[in-house]
């Protein structure tokens, strides 16, 4: 046990019992228990396996290479649309997280399995994103834009490229771009 995840645990004003429930579970493997980035966070030689979030609405584990699990009980979702490989369980109330608590040990099993085979989630790389025409033209008259652009880290790279993209019309992309502009030459992600 970590003192400084029984701290975060105690701070908890909605989550306390399914946290305490679902560390007791946990606990019972061989995983280190560790608080990164504010959050619960479960280890195997190193690697992160497991995350305890608390959100507004509901709580969940989240398994950084969730992708590489199998889930015959479908339980895992993607965080978000453009997910590549964390999954979680998301859990509502204490009903909730004892029905979790069945399931976890063979979830977090298969997952230091994973570890111990080094698997690695194969991510998209840039360039396999879509890059929409009015960015692309954008760059093509702007090689200062275009030098900037691709020294910033995949990550932000990626961040414009779906921002832009996930607008529908085209005169919504160009406005998009136009206003991502200064903070691309800033050297800055779209969310920094």
Aim: charged letters at 30%.
């Amino acid at each position: 046990m970590n003192a400084k995840v029984d701290g975060f645990i105690a701070r908890s004003q909605k989550w306390q019992q399914e946290f305490t429930l679902l560390r007791d579970t946990i606990l019972q493997s061989c995983l280190t228990e560790e608080l990164k980035w504010g959050k619960p966070c479960y280890t195997y030689d190193q690697n992160n396996v497991l995350i305890l979030q608390g959100f507004k609405e509901f709580g969940a584990l989240l398994f950084p290479k969730g992708a590489l699990l199998k889930d015959p009980q479908g339980v895992l979702q993607k965080p978000g649309e453009n997910t590549q490989s964390a999954r979680r369980i998301e859990f509502r109330n204490l009903q909730d997280t004892k029905k979790i608590v069945e399931l976890l040990q063979a979830y977090i099993a298969e997952a230091i399995e994973i570890e111990r085979a080094g698997l690695k989630i194969e991510f998209k790389k840039t360039e396999d994103f879509d890059m929409p025409e009015e960015f692309r033209s954008r760059l093509d008259r702007d090689a200062t834009l275009k030098e900037a652009f691709f020294a910033l880290t995949p990550g932000r790279q990626r961040g414009y490229l779906l921002h832009f993209a996930s607008a529908k019309q085209s005169k919504t992309r160009e406005s998009r771009v136009e206003k991502c502009v200064d903070k691309i030459l800033s050297g800055e992600g779209l969310n920094d």
